[in-house]
């Protein structure tokens, strides 16, 4: 029983047993019951109606007992004792009825051993039945509502029959809850077992698993939630395997140049000229810049980078930036423009360092822009103040847009190296644009089609 579909299984018969167990013990408790009440009910009607019958006749009750004892005929299963006709009834009484009183409680035939004419104690006067004439009431009936009677051979055969079914429905019940319960186990676990197979996959290192979702509930749920893992996982192990491509070659490329420099240094093949001191510092410069990107980022996530909020003019940041930008894209054959209000709310921010995240946007801009290309520096404000980054670049793709700001995401994978720029500029000013209170978002028709980095602050009134 440690299987799912075996407790599931087990779950439905337990459930379907004790529905039919207690649904079969009420109705043969209340079948006897209800046949002894039929029974009870038959006796005092034809009594009544014997009773009614003699006073509308004779206008009187006197002498019914004598009527009684000639004219009341039972078939002889009636009773364990049939009564006879002309047979003196004294210390008879029929089955489901105690006996029959006048409206002084006379006994009218024997009641309880009390003889026809005698009064019957008040005691024994319960759950009387009263037989009217003309809306007068004529007598009392005192039906037996103990049950204190037996059923006779007819009414024990029809109850045994009547048990006998119900024991057969039980049974059927119980193999339908079987089959109907094997039906829904497997209906059940047929998601489950998807699931598993599909981690089974998942941990032997096959990361790209999707399992199909066929309903909604929390299955369905389940489902979705674990496609999600797989694609995450896949998307991290393949950005993994991108980190250490780019690992390689960005600290590969300059330790090379560095070393080979060294042993032509050192085996006496080449003299140490300031040209080949000013690649050799060009080099470590490289190596100098990447280690501190990954400082700063781990520092601005850990929490650990001081930063130090005062209000300042955004329109007057990127004007500063476009002054310092503007002679190397003129030289590079990119326009830099400059489009900002002359009224603009102040934002709270650390200057220094958001100077740091546009001068980064500005170089990465830059490095995807082509000859004869565009990069705009503008502000808005509506109900917050945004500073945009905007060029007419390379763009990025819509698959790659969700992770251009996660660390060492590269949209362009043939752009390896690049002056140590490994992935991290993005994942820097985001991590920046966060500590200060803001958020930053990149949008992209697609390739060939340019990107627009917004970045955005709430103004201070």
Not at 15 to 30: G, K
Not at 182 to 189: K, S
Request: proline share 4%.
């Amino acid at each position: 029983m440690r299987s799912l579909k075996g407790r599931l299984i087990l779950s439905f018969l337990g459930v379907a047993l004790i529905t039919v167990l207690v649904v079969s013990a009420l109705i043969r408790l209340t079948s006897g019951q209800s046949l002894m009440n039929m029974v009870v009910d038959e006796q005092t009607a034809y009594l009544e109606e014997m009773t009614q019958s003699y006073y509308i006749n004779n206008g009187t009750l006197d002498g019914f007992f004598d009527y009684y004892s000639q004219t009341f005929q039972r078939k002889p299963d009636d009773s364990q004792q049939p009564w006879e006709p002309n047979k003196p009834l004294s210390g008879q009484e029929p089955r489901g009825i105690h006996g029959l009183v006048d409206t002084e409680y006379k006994a009218l035939i024997p009641t309880f051993g009390i003889e026809p004419g005698q009064i019957v104690p008040s005691g024994k006067l319960l759950d009387l039945h009263p037989i009217k004439v003309d809306n007068e009431t004529i007598a009392y009936v005192i039906p037996d509502k103990k049950f204190q009677f037996q059923l006779n051979a007819e009414e024990q055969l029809f109850l045994k029959r009547t048990n006998l079914a119900i024991g057969l429905a039980a049974l059927s019940g119980i193999i339908l809850a079987v089959g109907v319960g094997f039906f829904l186990a497997n209906q059940i676990l047929k998601p489950v077992r998807r699931l598993t197979k599909a981690s089974q996959a998942l941990a032997n290192g096959e990361l790209q698993q999707q399992v199909p979702v066929t309903s909604n509930d929390e299955l369905g749920q389940l489902t979705l939630t674990f496609n999600k893992m797989s694609a995450d996982l896949f998307q991290a192990d393949q950005q993994r395997k991108r980190l250490t491509a780019d690992i390689t070659h960005d600290l590969s490329t300059p330790l090379q140049i560095i070393s080979g420099y060294v042993e032509m240094l050192d085996s006496g093949e080449t003299a140490l000229t300031p040209q080949r001191i000013e690649i050799i510092k060009t080099e470590i410069e490289h190596l100098r810049r990447l280690v501190g990107d990954l400082s700063t980022l781990t520092q601005v996530e850990a929490g650990g980078l001081e930063i130090q909020i005062q209000t300042a003019n955004p329109c007057e940041l990127l004007k500063r930036v476009y002054q310092a930008y503007e002679p190397i894209a003129t030289k590079q054959g990119v326009k830099l423009e400059l489009d900002v209000p002359d009224m603009i709310s102040r934002i709270a921010i650390d200057e220094g360092r958001m100077l740091q995240v546009l001068k980064n946007l500005v170089e990465n801009a830059l490095r995807y822009t082509g000859h004869n290309g565009m990069i705009r520096l503008s502000a808005i404000e509506d109900t917050l103040v945004r500073l945009i980054v905007e060029d007419n670049g390379s763009g990025i793709e819509a698959e790659d847009l969700p992770y251009v700001f996660d660390r060492f995401y590269r949209a362009d994978k043939a752009r390896s190296g690049n002056s140590g720029k490994m992935g991290l500029g993005l994942a820097i000013c985001k991590a920046l644009v966060t500590a200060q209170g803001g958020t930053i978002k990149a949008e992209s028709n697609g390739k060939n089609q340019g990107t627009k980095i917004i970045i955005t602050f709430a103004g201070e009134k």
